[in-house]
Each structure stands twice: as structure tokens, then as C-alpha cells.
């Protein structure tokens, strides 16, 4: 098993910043990938972002590439999600989620463990 909590989260204005945090226990070695979902009010769970604990690999969706910074400090089993200039549709409830193999997936069918999740709300 492994528990996932995500913080972070709040109210900002368009063009401004927060960072989440997702702190994973358990039996975080079999984490190898770490992904960030997010999901908005009638709309599907979509991918944000992901890393491979081990290599560092990152991969982004293009809504938020060069805009979101995923990164992750292995001893304190925590993956951040730092996102700047953010937009209105940025708002959403965001989910770390964890799966057992080093390929980076787009999928959330592919992740097996889910925070609680965060919600994140940019006013215009």
C-alpha cells in the first residue's frame, strides 16, 4: 500500500503561482513513477504531469508545458507540482498518483494510487 497526501492547494489570481506537494508513505519503493491529474467541475481527470522517481524523467501535458515544474526530493518521498502564470482554466481539484513501473503514462487507468486531492482555484 501506498498513501499519498497532497497540499497546496488554494485561491490565486490569473498570472500567479502556488505549489502542491504530494507526500507518499508506505511502500514507496514500489512508486517508480509519479504523475499529477487534475480534474475540473462535468469535465474528465486529465493528466498534468509526471516524473520517474529514479532517472528524474519528466513529461507534461502541452496546456502546461513551460508554465508547470514537476520535481521531486527522494528523501522526503515528495513530488511538487510548482505551477506559475496560472490561468482561470487551471482550476481544478489536482491528484498525485503513483504506479509501479519507470515508464511515464498519460493514462490515470495506468496509476494505481490516488491522493485526496487539492483543489486549486485561479480567479480572472
Known amino acids: 500500500q501506498v498513501q499519498l497526501v497532497e497540499s497546496g492547494g488554494g485561491l490565486v489570481q490569473a498570472g500567479g503561482s502556488l505549489r502542491l506537494s504530494c507526500a507518499a508513505s508506505?511502500?514507496?519503493?514500489?512508486?517508480?513513477?509519479m504523475g499529477w491529474f487534475r480534474q475540473a467541475p462535468g469535465k474528465e481527470r486529465e493528466f498534468v504531469a509526471a516524473?520517474?522517481?529514479?532517472?528524474?524523467?519528466?513529461d507534461y501535458a502541452d496546456s502546461v508545458k513551460g508554465r508547470f515544474t514537476i520535481s521531486s526530493d527522494n528523501a522526503k518521498n515528495t513530488v511538487y507540482l510548482q505551477m506559475n502564470s496560472l490561468k482561470p482554466e487551471d482550476t481544478a481539484v489536482y491528484y498525485c498518483?503513483?504506479?509501479?513501473?519507470?515508464?511515464?503514462?498519460?493514462?490515470?487507468?495506468?496509476?494505481?494510487?490516488w491522493g485526496q486531492g487539492t483543489q486549486v482555484t485561479v480567479s480572472s
Open positions: 516524473i520517474n522517481w529514479s532517472g528524474g524523467i519528466t
Open positions: 508506505g511502500r514507496t519503493f514500489s512508486s517508480y513513477t
Open positions: 498518483a503513483s504506479r509501479g513501473y519507470s515508464t511515464l503514462s498519460h493514462s490515470y487507468y495506468d496509476y494505481r494510487y
